[in-house]
């Protein structure tokens, strides 16, 4: 082989090794992949340029020793890098390797990196070569931590997040659940997950639970806001509940991620106030009703009490001139001795004395005013009333029952000529209406004590009162009877009233009347000022 053949030779082989070089230094770059070399015999470094390259050093101006690449450690690293290696060679590995940060001097940035390394023995077994590579993983673990942190968060959202949130797969069957929905189940993680609806929920709550997330995996369409009753440890609870369809990479469904929230709270607040608000809405009504009915009746009563003035003014210019008309009469029967003007003085005399008691009857009606209270003894006065009653009517064969015993010694505070004008009126009326009978005329007077009431009822067997005059019997000047006033039971009326009780009437025509009083055996101290 001639020289130039050799040289030929040898020009063309450093060629393609140049070329190889060429193309390792750039798959050493692509790769972020770089190689050193540690010669122990002659203590010589050498880095391949993508070492440099990762370390952000300049090949010209730095060069390769152990030193300047601890330099390059990140100093919180540099203590367990250099471990690492010394630790090995002491030790005698053969191998090891190492994840670790640097710091690229002139920017300061942080990058990563992976180690291997691996050491070449003599004969005797001493080291005499270390090989090693760095390869920078810095992108990998940026996405790594990125990964990691989203991990995370997503943990700590489902843990802490105050909705049950479980996801299942098609097969029925739990494959993460959260905290909050341990909680309500009273069960652990391990109890739950992997196991199937069926195993946890009784059959028909469970069957209502798949019926919806079969529809949500066979549509792909979330279904949303169903409200619905859930079986708890702690009993029945009203669940909110949210079921999307739950996808893998490739967009699959393969099951349900469902997130539920307790309502049970706010469905009570919420049928509480509705009811309240029923409650206060009938409570307005009925108090708008009551007000309505007492400002009727405070117009009645004005216009009753100007009409009751007007009347009283009237009744009381009539006496004069009544008085006149019937001395006028007494003086000119006297003159003459005529018998045939007789009967006609007569019917002078009895009608100035009816329009007398009309004239009696309407002052009383409207000099009723407070009642002046008294002890009254109640038995005593509704006998005595009785008893003069029954002498009026003597002739007329009513018979009257005493049916109160009960009111022995009971004694009642109220006005008592007050209290003899309402039982005289009362009693007055049931013997007219007996009247109306041939015969078998009977009224009975009940009374009883009833707490702090007293009770009477006055019934007789009279002729009852029309259902259409019913409501108008205590009206002041309603009258059925030619010779009425009208105005004994609206004085009834206003006397039980100031005295703070009731009166009632019931009646069926043609077959009696039942007029019911209710006293309190103590004035009501407010109406005193009245
Ligand atoms: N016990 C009774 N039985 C039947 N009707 C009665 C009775 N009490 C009252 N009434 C009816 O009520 C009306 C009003 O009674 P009241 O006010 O006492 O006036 P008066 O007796 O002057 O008619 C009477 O005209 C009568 O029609
Ligand atoms: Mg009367």
Redesign the pocket.
Same mark, same amino acid.
């Given at each position: 082989m001639d020289i130039k053949q050799v040289q030929a030779d040898l020009d063309k082989k450093n060629e393609a090794l140049k070329i190889s070089e060429r193309r390792l230094n750039r798959t050493q770059e692509l790769a972020h992949l770089g190689i050193w070399e540690l010669d122990l015999i002659n203590n010589q470094l050498t880095w391949s340029d993508e070492v440099y390259r990762i370390f952000g050093l300049d090949p010209q101006k730095f060069g390769a020793t152990y030193e300047a690449f601890l330099e390059a450690v990140h100093p919180e690293d540099r203590k367990v890098v250099n471990d690492a290696y010394s630790g090995s060679l002491r030790g005698g590995k053969d191998y090891y390797e190492i994840e670790h940060r640097i710091v690229r001097k002139a920017t300061g940035e942080v990058r990563y990196v992976h180690e291997k390394c691996e050491h070449t023995r003599d004969s005797s077994g001493k080291i005499i070569r270390s090989i090693g590579m760095v390869h920078d993983i810095t992108d990998r673990k940026i996405v790594e931590e990125a990964l990691r942190n989203e991990k995370q968060e997503r943990q700590v959202i489902l843990e802490t997040v105050p909705a049950m949130i479980f996801y299942k797969n098609r097969e029925n069957t739990f494959v993460r659940t959260n905290k909050a929905f341990e909680e309500v189940m009273r069960l652990p993680k391990e109890k739950l997950e992997g196991r199937s609806l069926f195993e946890i929920y009784p059959k028909e709550q469970a069957d209502a639970f798949w019926k919806d997330d079969k529809e949500v995996i066979a549509t792909g369409q979330p279904k949303l806001n169903i409200i619905e009753p859930m079986e708890t440890p702690a009993g029945k609870r009203w669940v909110q509940t949210g079921k999307i369809p739950y996808r893998d990479e490739m967009n699959n469904i393969i099951g349900i991620i469902g997130f539920a929230v307790d309502i049970t709270e706010q469905k009570k607040t919420k049928e509480l106030l509705e009811r309240d608000k029923k409650t206060l809405e009938q409570y307005v009504l009925k108090r708008t009703e009551e007000l309505l009915k007492s400002y009727r009746e405070i117009e009645k009563m004005k216009r009753l009490s100007d009409l009751g003035e007007l009347a009283a003014t009237v009744a009381h210019e009539l006496r004069n001139p009544l008085a006149a008309i019937n001395l006028a009469s007494y003086n000119l029967k006297k003159k003459t001795s005529n018998p045939e003007l007789e009967k006609h003085f007569l019917t002078i005399t009895k009608k100035i004395k009816e329009s007398n008691e009309i004239i009696n009857n309407l002052l009383s009606f409207s000099r009723v005013k407070a009642p002046i209270y008294d002890i009254v003894n109640i038995f005593d006065l509704l006998d005595e009333n009785i008893e003069n009653m029954a002498e009026q009517y003597a002739s007329k064969n009513i018979i009257i029952n005493k049916s109160f015993e009960e009111l022995k010694n009971i004694s009642v505070q109220a006005d008592q000529i007050q209290l003899k004008s309402l039982f005289t !009126?009362i009693i007055n009326?049931?013997c007219? *209406?007996c009247l109306d009978h041939a015969e078998g005329r009977k009224i009975e007077v009940i009374g009883s004590v009833e707490g702090d009431n007293l009770n009477i009822q006055f019934k007789?067997n /009279? =002729? /009852?009162?029309d259902k259409e !005059?019913i409501e108008k %019997?205590f009206n002041p000047f309603? =009258?059925?009877?030619a010779k009425?006033?009208?105005?004994?039971? *609206?004085v009834c009326n206003q006397i039980t009233r100031l005295h703070n009780g009731k009166i009632a009437i019931e =009646?069926e025509k043609d077959s009696g009347?039942v %007029?019911s009083i209710t006293l309190p055996l103590k004035k009501h101290e407010y109406t005193t000022k009245n």
């Open positions: !009126n009326n049931a007219e *209406a007789d /009279g =002729s /009852g009162i !005059n %019997v309603f =009258s059925t009877k009425g006033t009208g105005l004994g039971l *609206a =009646s009347t %007029v």
